[in-house]
């Protein structure tokens, strides 16, 4: 081989590294446009995602508020109702009142409707009182009975003569009424000492045995 043919192949091999060292550059260059582009896509998307981050906080929170505020609502709409029923079952026992415990033997000489007592900052309301010389008888009433019901009836007797020292020389005894029966509450209630009295058409009636003895306070 010549020395002709020896730079001509040199000059060939010389232009050819050129030319994969000028591609290189130009990939190289491509890499750092399109990692800059990545970087700003990324910067985008992570703008985009904080600010959807905030509106769906923001909207959780005004549909959490929206719930709580519905929530509210049918809460004092139930409560409302539920209350209305309660006065509808007060109103069918206190008439009732002086039969149903005249056939356990106890003569009412008066009934009494929602009384209420405050002492030492705490208060205490009695749905129905029916009274004579002996006894003092406390009837919660309600649309629908629970057990919870009963144990608050149990504590309101327990704490009676504290808040009415008017009657403290009388048996107090208790008895709850109601419309529906949840829990087994009426057995419940029975085992505690309380009559239990419920509608029967358009009447009342007590659903204690003849068998039962009431709870003294």
């Known amino acids: ?22 591609r290189f550059k130009e990939t190289d260059q491509r890499l750092k446009e399109t990692d ?28 959490d508020q929206k719930f709580k505020q519905t929530s509210d609502e049918v809460n004092k709409a139930v409560n409302a109702l539920t209350g209305k029923w309660g006065r509808f079952v007060e109103g069918l026992i206190a008439p009732s009142a002086v039969r149903l415990f005249k056939e356990r033997g106890i003569e009412i000489d008066s009934v009494s409707q929602r009384l209420k007592k405050q002492k030492n900052g705490l208060g205490m309301e009695i749905d129905i009182l029916a009274v004579n010389g002996e006894y003092a008888v406390l009837i919660e009433a309600k649309s629908t009975l629970k057990i919870e019901d009963v144990n608050d009836h149990l504590e309101r007797l327990k704490a009676f003569k504290g808040f009415f020292p008017e009657y403290q020389d009388r048996k107090v005894i208790g008895a709850v009424g109601a419309l529906v029966i949840e829990e087994q509450a009426d057995k419940y209630a029975y085992k505690k000492g309380l009559f239990v009295i419920v509608e029967r058409g358009e009447s009342v009636v007590i659903l204690n045995d003849e068998k039962f003895k009431p709870q003294i306070w």
């Open 36 to 63: 800059q582009r990545l970087k700003e896509t990324d910067r985008i998307l992570e703008e985009r995602f904080k600010e959807t981050d905030r509106i769906l906080e923001e909207r959780f929170k005004e549909t």
């Open 1 to 22: 081989m010549t020395n002709t043919e020896l730079e001509k192949g040199f000059q060939e091999i010389w232009n050819l590294f050129k030319e994969t060292d000028q």
